[in-house]
Structures are given as C-alpha cells and as structure tokens.
C-alpha cells in the first residue's frame, strides 16, 4: 500500500470528530498537524487544524489549487470547492464504512 505525504493540495477525508467523513484540501501542513479547508463550512482563511493520525490522505492532488498557494495568490472559497469537484469529491459526506474496509485489508 502506498502512502501519501501531507503535500499542499492533497485531498484528506477526516476520520475524526463533527466533520468525520467530510473531503478537505491541505491548505498548510507542519510535522504532526495540517490545516484544512473545503470552501464551505471551514473557509480558507480560517482552516481546521487536525492532527494527522485522524485523517485519511488520499492520492489525488488539485494541482492548479496547490500552484496557486504556493505562488501566494489570492485563493478563493470558490476556488477551494472546484478544486474538490473536479477531482470527484463534494461536500456531502462519504461513507466511512468503506473507508474503514479499505484501510482494514
């Protein structure tokens, strides 16, 4: 199985807490924590702070969004949510029984 560093832009789904199941885009990262945002309910100038063992880093990488936060343009929510949707993820939440049967075996 391969796995996948916190890189800026990456989709994280979120295994823990209120907003357990939601898609997310790494907006920032440090060595225990990233911060998250979805454009909706956590903007991108207020990001949610999680610690990386609760959530689940997927493959997928919105390239465009991560080339603009590196460059530091100016990111948009709108932006945030496209980003999400082109890549096959919304805001509605993804059923976390699959997700614990694909991180099982």
């Known amino acids: 199985m391969a796995t ?5 832009g990456r989709v994280a789904i979120s295994r823990a807490g209120r907003d357990r199941g939601r898609a997310f885009l790494i ?8 911060y998250l945002a979805d454009g909706d309910l956590r903007v991108f100038a207020h990001p949610k ?3 990386l063992k609760h959530v689940a880093l997927k493959p997928q990488v919105a390239e465009n969004f991560r080339e603009n936060v590196l460059k ?5 929510d709108s932006d945030v949510r496209k980003a999400l949707k082109l890549l096959g993820y919304s805001a509605c939440q993804i059923n976390m029984g699959e997700e614990r049967a694909n991180a099982q075996g």
């Open 49 to 51: 702070k999680k610690k």
């Open 72 to 76: 530091g343009a100016f990111v948009l």
């Open 4 to 8: 996948f560093g916190p890189d800026i």
């Open 27 to 34: 907006v920032a990262a440090g060595s225990d924590y990233v």
